[in-house]
């Protein structure tokens, strides 16, 4: 006789031994000996490839009381040998038919463990196969349960979520085709394996305005807001062309309807400020959980006012401000990410919430809100740190967007912040740009805009009018808001006669020239001083070394330049010179305009 099947015939023969001797007593005569010779029996029978023999006596009435009590220890060994096997392997099919006779014999107590340990024990690439497959046995055991049901169903999401957690989210369309891990099958899936503890929940609250099944509600309400973290923050929602059911939309669009099901939707979307008690008395554990609630709260927003997940049955009461209101915590949250998929969350909502409102309808008390300050600024760094460019591109339109949607009074206020906070020449470039365009309106306007006139323009133009550093700022690194300081003053001067002196420019002109204009004089004559002297230097360095692709470094505007040969450098000096011939060009016209006008008027009081 062949070893192997002698070793069969013994492990088969072990596992008879054991089932007769335990057939002869009592349930409560079981004791530990019995247990672990069943399971190291069973479980050679199932890695030797004798599942049969083992489904056999399983499926014997004779083994009822033995399956009961012990069955569970197979768990185990059994989804070794099921994700071992070949799908359309027929031992696979015996092992996943012992697995439905343990779910309908075992103990459940007992066997919720054993599928829970499976889940927990579970790592790398099995982790989606194994979480499917133990699902629906979990599920059945789980609607079995008589006492402590909640806890259990919330232990079991939360050991679910746990090992998804650390799988990487398939973001591009052909990662979500793929999906090599099996993430998008094993969400909505997961989804599936809840929904019967809802209808539970559902059919409590229906039978009394006041839940009798809160546990079970809370349990359900943690799994969806740890859903809204991950995966729903980090996936790409958009519908994909090529991509009939979207698996994230479709996960997405389920747990909004868990939420409206059980009537959480509205009060978590507009509600949030009224934070939950707090069960952590350690503070560290407090700010995790309220940081991880108000990602899950920012994602929610997202899935509703930009997705329109569960929209219609908003009532349609609250006004477009006020949805704005409401969101800014939600789009603070997100700017401050650096991640492409939560930036780009942000900026969507943040667009979605101003596309809503009419111009120049936003009221400046806004601007006393904390997050309507920090998110300009949020906006702000996107727009100059962030390193893809579609987003930095896309958070200038919206920058522009949330100006225009104030009234005077909050533009100006906006412009004001901007300046002082911004730290970027392009910003604060843009923004003069801005101010230029409110004192032409003001100005072309048949009333008055007091705010763009008169002494408000004035405080304002002494932000604009001057140089950070006087005569010592570096006029490159600048060169974007001086230009549009001087354009603006152009501007100022040709469009305001001295007469008139809507804007106040002419009375604050002496001002304007000891802050502004001398200092950019000096400022000028320096800097075009020392870069002439540094091409001087490079070209005599050139001739001595007889080769102009020496190697060396340049520091321009503060910031050490990539290394570069000596004609590289001498380019990069003659492109700053042309800037400040550039400034110096319209510095000339603005003093040229200046002189003009106070002559005319000086001419006329002859």
Same mark, same amino acid.
């Given at each position: ?76 060994? @059994? ?33 919720? $463990? ?52 650390? $799988? *990487? ?145 908003? *009532? ?6 006020? $949805? ?16 492409? !998929? ?177 200092? @950019? ?35 321009? !505007? ?49």
């Amino acid at each position: 006789m062949p070893e192997e099947q002698t070793q069969t015939i013994m492990a088969v023969d072990e596992l008879q031994a054991i089932i007769q001797r335990c057939q002869i007593l009592e349930e409560a005569d079981f004791r530990g000996e019995d247990y672990n010779l069943f399971q190291v029996a069973g479980q050679k029978c199932l890695e030797d490839g004798y599942a049969a023999q083992l489904l056999e006596v399983i499926q014997n009435v004779k083994n009822k009381v033995i399956i009961k009590n012990m069955g569970w220890n197979l768990i185990s060994p @059994l989804v070794r040998c099921i994700l071992a096997y070949k799908q359309e392997d027929e031992k696979r099919e015996l092992c996943l038919k012992i697995l439905d006779q343990l779910v309908q014999l075992c103990n459940p107590k007992e066997l919720f $463990l054993g599928l829970l340990e499976q889940i927990e024990q579970t790592s790398g690439e099995q982790v989606c196969q194994t979480i499917m497959l133990l699902l629906q046995p979990l599920q059945t055991v789980l609607l079995k349960l008589q006492n402590k049901k909640a806890y259990s169903v919330g232990l079991s999401l939360a050991m679910i979520m746990n090992q998804l957690t650390p $799988l *990487p989210v398939p973001y591009t369309k052909q990662q979500i085709q793929e999906d090599k891990l099996g993430l998008c099958q094993c969400c909505n899936a997961v989804v599936d394996f809840a929904k019967p503890f809802v209808n539970e929940v559902v059919k409590n609250m229906e039978k009394s305005s006041e839940c009798n099944d809160t546990e079970l509600k809370e349990e359900l309400l943690k799994f969806c807001m740890k859903s809204l973290k991950y995966p729903l923050l980090t996936a790409q929602l958009e519908e994909l062309e090529g991509i009939e059911e979207h698996p994230f939309r479709r996960f997405a669009a389920e747990i909004i309807d868990i939420l409206l099901d059980m009537r959480e939707l509205m009060p978590l979307v507009f509600l949030h400020h009224k934070s939950r008690r707090s069960l952590w008395e350690n503070q560290e554990f407090e700010d995790i959980e309220r940081k991880n609630s108000a990602d899950s709260l920012a994602c929610l927003s997202y899935l509703v006012f930009v997705q329109h997940f569960g929209i219609n049955c908003f *009532p349609m009461v609250f006004s477009s401000s006020y $949805l704005l209101q409401c969101n800014m915590a939600h789009i603070e949250v997100l700017l401050k990410r650096t991640e492409e !998929s939560m930036l780009s969350k942000g900026l969507d909502l943040f667009e979605s919430c101003l596309l809503r409102m009419e111009d120049n309808g936003l009221l400046h008390q806004y601007l006393e809100f904390r997050e309507f300050i920090n998110v300009s600024q949020d906006l702000v760094k996107v727009m100059t740190l962030c390193p893809i460019e579609h987003l930095r591109k896309k958070s200038l339109n919206i920058l522009q967007l949330f100006i225009d949607k104030f009234e005077a009074e909050g533009k100006y206020t906006l412009f004001r912040c901007l300046l002082k906070t911004s730290n970027h020449a392009g910003v604060e470039g843009y923004v003069i740009k801005n101010i230029k365009d409110q004192i032409h309106l003001s100005l072309t306007k048949a009333h008055d805009n007091v705010w763009f006139t008169g002494h408000h323009l004035i405080s304002l133009l002494d932000l604009v009018l001057l140089l950070p550093e006087g005569a010592e700022t570096d006029l490159l690194q600048y060169s974007d808001r001086i230009m549009a300081s001087l354009n603006l003053l152009r501007y100022l001067v040709i469009k305001d006669c001295e007469s008139d002196n809507q804007t106040g420019v002419w009375t604050a002109l002496a001002k304007i020239e000891e802050n502004f204009l001398k200092p @950019l004089h000096v400022g000028l004559n320096m800097s075009k001083a020392h870069y002439e002297a540094e091409i001087k230097n490079k070209k005599e360095n050139r001739k001595e070394a007889h080769s102009s692709n020496t190697i060396c470094s340049l520091t321009v !505007s503060g910031e050490k330049m990539p290394p570069m040969t000596t004609e590289m450098q001498l380019q990069v000096l003659h492109s700053a010179l042309f800037t400040f011939d550039l400034i110096e060009s319209v510095l000339a016209r603005v003093e040229e305009l200046i002189e003009v006008k106070v002559k005319a008027v000086m001419d006329e009081n002859i």
